[in-house]
């Protein structure tokens, strides 16, 4: 079954067609990176799965269950109640972190699990160290986020996404915010959960990375997914534009 | 007069100063974040009510409003005054006008915060009481705490406007007893008692502000 399935997805900013006809379907275990040029539409193709925007039309599923659908020509939205099970099936990591910045690393973790699942604190505590120490952090629990450099913030922020335990995990450019040095380590533990089989759809620049770590890689330009494949058939396209856009970054 | 009368006379009046300054913080900080909430709210009407409120209580003096809501009753709906409800109009007033400049210090406090906040709230699960009270309103306390201590001192010293209504409050005191003996000394000391008491509200606040410095 598709964990994720997207169906003819619309989106458009004050009459600005940012999305045109976005389809797409994620299976378990498969990890999907988006490149593309800025202004292709990647990060509003994240924030329409993820519902921080509303699309204007088209279909969104998770695990077979609809979240938006389309009806006379307009977009449907399911209830609150709907909306809020199905926000559990998946997680996102921001570009800049967005920890809370109030709460030390192991309460950014275990609040959510805590005061949104219900789960007992213990437990989520628990879960929290094993995930800290998973992700080369478990030094840090007591640490507010300004004491951490970005790359331990959004490991943080990683792991705070993972407490949630997500069927599914969006990254949106998760190593733009940070300097080379600390890339590699987000990276790496990127593709940790990558051999866990965690499925996964990255938005990101780093094209080495997605050649390395992808199952399918699909490239983005002007609001449509222009092609899509494996990472062998995606670097060794004949499609011009594609081309082009690696070149740019194989230099 | 003996200088011990006369400040055991205006230790008397402190207390009442006290009581409204402590009164007019209890009440108008909660109002002011609801008023706050009417002012950013998505519904046009509730908004311009808000906007209008605000615009009322901080266009208009302090003293006028103290009057309007002591002498309303009666000229309005022919209620008469009872002498107790001389007090209650000091603190009504003084809520209804630090409620309009708090439910401002809110506003700009949460307009600050990073849209990225409420948005990894959301996806995280949090309802939106929960984001509110949970993630945001923590932070904004922090980033408003300078303006609130600007406030909070205008309010100590705002208190002796309560002598329009003969509230004997300390000011109203001080100014009898130096009418009454020809000497500046009560009123001299109501001024040293009023640095004391904002010196005492700065250290304080001070000390909050500390308080929050824990994370950045």
Redesign the interface.
Known sequence: MNLLEINHMKKGFDGLGVLEDISLSVQKGEVVSVIGPSGSGKSTLLRCA???EKMDGGELKYLGEAAAWEENGKCIYAGRQKL?EI??H???V?Q?F?????YTVMKNII??PV???KVPKKEAEERAVKLLCQLGLEDKKDA???QLSGGQQQRVSIA??LA?QPKILFFDEPTSALDPELTGEVLKVIKELAKEHMTMIIVTHEMQFAKELSDRIIFMEQGVIRCQGTPEEIFSASDERVRDFIGKFTL | MSVTTMLLQLTGGMVTTVEIFFLTLLFSLPLGLVISFGRMSKMGTLRAISKFYISVMRGTPLMLQLIVVYFAPYYVFGIRISPGYRFTAVILAFVLNYAAYFAEIYRSGIESM?V??Y??A??????RA?TFF??IL??VI?RILPPVTNETITLVKDTSLAFVLAEAEMFTIAKQIAAKETSIVPLMAAGVFYYIFNLAVAGFMEYAEKKMN???
């Open positions: 993820t519902l921080l809020k926000r559990k998946f997680g996102l921001f800049n967005n920890l809370f910045p109030h609040d959510a005061s949104v699942d507010y986020p300004y705070r996404a949630l | 990073p990225g906040q948005e990894a959301k996806v995280l699960g949090y309802g929960q949970k993630i923590p932070q922090k824990y994370y950045r």
